[in-house]
């Protein structure tokens, strides 16, 4: 059974970056799409960024797009989400999400798409 394990949240400053790793064992990541996630309080968990089996397409949401990156290593079966000029508004549990597909080139946004979930981890950003 495969598992996601994500790492590198914190509480940090309105401005500041972060680097969240998500890794998987127990079975290959280069075989899924992967995704990012996340759930402010009190709301429904949003798509933040997705990316390909090969990494080659990416999709962000609007508020996202040009502060955060995600990125794929398939050798280390790891995914990233670099995130930069964090702002208050980004506070939320972030989660990481596989879905196995054939395809090299689809990324998916939908997280009723994603079968295997983290157990997610905290992001506090203050003003």
């Known amino acids: 059974q495969v598992q996601l394990v994500e790492s590198g949240g914190g509480s940090v400053q309105a401005g500041a970056s972060l680097r969240l790793s998500c890794t998987a064992s127990g079975r290959t990541l280069s075989s899924a799409a992967m995704g990012w996630f996340r759930q402010i309080t009190g709301k429904e968990v949003e798509s933040v960024a997705s990316i390909s089996r090969l990494g080659t397409r990416t999709n962000y949401v609007d508020s996202v797009k040009d502060r955060f990156t995600i990125s794929r290593d398939n050798a280390r079966n790891t995914v990233y989400l670099q995130m930069n000029n964090l702002k208050p508004e980004d506070t939320a549990v972030y989660y990481c999400?596989?879905?196995?597909?054939?395809?090299?080139?689809?990324?998916?946004?939908?997280?009723?798409?994603?079968?295997?979930w983290g157990q997610g981890t905290q992001v506090t950003v203050s003003s």
């Open positions: 999400a596989a879905k196995e597909t054939a395809s090299m080139m689809f990324y998916y946004i939908g997280r009723n798409e994603y079968e295997i």
